[in-house]
């Protein structure tokens, strides 16, 4: 993502969409009765002759947003309140745009301070490579993808082979291969790990087979080729290790750290609306953490993370990974303190 323009003044900022990344970030600062202006089609009848479709200029009155992942598109729909060339645009009339890498939407609202951050958060984001991660055993791989919206699972891998049976050296090979000929179509970086050999037999065929490939390749242990094994990656240090900061592993470091102070009891964490607002008034806080959907959702949540940035607290968001569904039972707020209020 790239901040193209920011006017505090006005609340206008024209956006560069660079990775998928940046439609889910945008989605998620979006709200309803912002101003949506950008480059789309519409279709204009003349006459009686058919309808064409005409490039147009429109400044749309958000009414939703829906990210959708696998088809690689923000959809923001609303209804038109300006555009250019007028006769082509329908005031009032509804209209959805299709965000993808490479929009340029411009957005003007009442920004907050936690919208803004959270966009140059995602214009850093995209400095970082994506990782990839591959989970493997003699009988199965898991493939996934570290994003920074969480973790997305991919296509699996299976061998079928068994020493009893004829061609089980083939069989194998041709296992390997598929695993190898699915790193080599992706050029990020790829975490390999299991419980077994499989991981050491991988390196070995692609060390005959692509030796470049192992230049992007880091080979780890895990106790499972399953998404237990992924989440063990992540929560043992490695994927941080490899990558640097990812948030998915960030977002289960401070649930486990909350857990710890929770059932310790040492005072240095709280939970619920009225606990979290007390001890934030108190400037005890340092550092809130905070689930996207309870952001969304509540407008006293959406106070409370005001005041805590006033009160120069650490503000974290969560999203769609195992520690968020732990956010989740706690009502999706929770606090890590400096000191003891009660």
């Known amino acids: 993502m790239r901040i193209v323009h920011f006017d505090r003044k006005t609340g206008e900022m024209k956006l560069l969409l660079e990775r998928?990344?940046?439609?889910?970030?945008?989605?998620?600062?979006?709200?309803?009765?912002?101003?949506v202006t950008a480059r789309t089609w519409r279709s204009v009848k003349f006459g009686e002759g058919k309808e064409?479709?005409?490039?147009?200029?429109?400044?749309?009155?958000?009414?939703?947003?829906?990210?959708?992942?696998?088809?690689?598109?923000?959809?923001?729909g609303g209804t038109i309140e300006a555009g250019?060339?007028?006769?082509?645009?329908?005031?009032?009339?509804?209209?959805?745009?299709?965000?993808?890498?490479?929009?340029?939407?411009?957005?003007?609202?009442?920004?907050?301070?936690?919208?803004?951050?959270?966009l140059k958060k995602a214009v850093e984001e995209t400095k970082r490579p994506v990782l990839?991660?591959?989970?493997?055993?003699?009988?199965?791989?898991?493939?996934?993808?570290l994003r920074g919206y969480g973790v997305s699972y991919g296509p699996e891998f299976e061998f079928h082979g068994s020493k009893k049976e004829g061609k089980y050296e083939e069989k194998l090979l041709q296992y390997y291969g598929d695993v190898a000929a699915f790193i080599s179509k992706h050029p990020e970086k790829f975490i390999v790990a299991g419980p077994g050999f499989a991981k050491d037999g991988l390196r070995d065929f692609i060390k005959k087979k692509e030796p470049a490939l192992l230049e992007r390749m880091v080979f780890e242990t895990c106790s499972y080729a399953e998404r237990t094994g992924v989440n063990e990656l992540l929560k043992g240090g490695v994927v941080a290790r490899v990558a640097g900061e990812a948030q998915v592993e960030r977002e289960e470091t401070?649930?486990?750290?909350?857990?710890v102070?929770?059932?310790?009891?040492?005072?240095?964490?709280?939970?619920?609306?009225?606990?979290?607002?007390?001890?934030?008034?108190?400037?005890?806080?340092?550092?809130?953490?905070?689930?996207?959907?309870?952001?969304?959702?509540?407008?006293?949540?959406?106070?409370?993370?005001?005041?805590?940035?006033?009160?120069?607290?650490?503000v974290v968001f969560f999203s769609e990974s195992d520690a968020a569904q732990k956010l989740k039972g706690f009502g999706g707020l929770v606090a890590l303190l400096r000191f003891r209020i009660d």
């Open 84 to 118: 250019t060339p007028e006769e082509f645009v329908q005031r009032g009339r509804h209209h959805t745009f299709e965000f993808g890498p490479g929009s340029k939407p411009k957005v003007t609202k009442k920004w907050k301070e936690f919208e803004v951050s959270r």
């Open 254 to 259: 401070l649930m486990e750290e909350f857990m």
């Open 52 to 76: 064409e479709k005409k490039p147009v200029t429109i400044a749309l009155r958000m009414e939703s947003a829906e990210f959708a992942e696998y088809a690689n598109r923000l959809r923001v």
């Open 132 to 145: 990839r991660i591959i989970a493997m055993d003699e009988e199965h791989a898991l493939t996934a993808v």
């Open 20 to 35: 998928l990344e940046d439609l889910w970030h945008l989605e998620r600062v979006l709200r309803p009765g912002d101003l």
């Open 261 to 314: 102070e929770l059932h310790r009891d040492s005072g240095l964490a709280c939970y619920g609306l009225g606990k979290v607002k007390d001890a934030v008034a108190a400037s005890a806080v340092e550092k809130l953490l905070v689930l996207d959907e309870a952001l969304r959702k509540s407008k006293e949540v959406e106070d409370i993370v005001e005041a805590a940035e006033k009160k120069k607290a650490e």
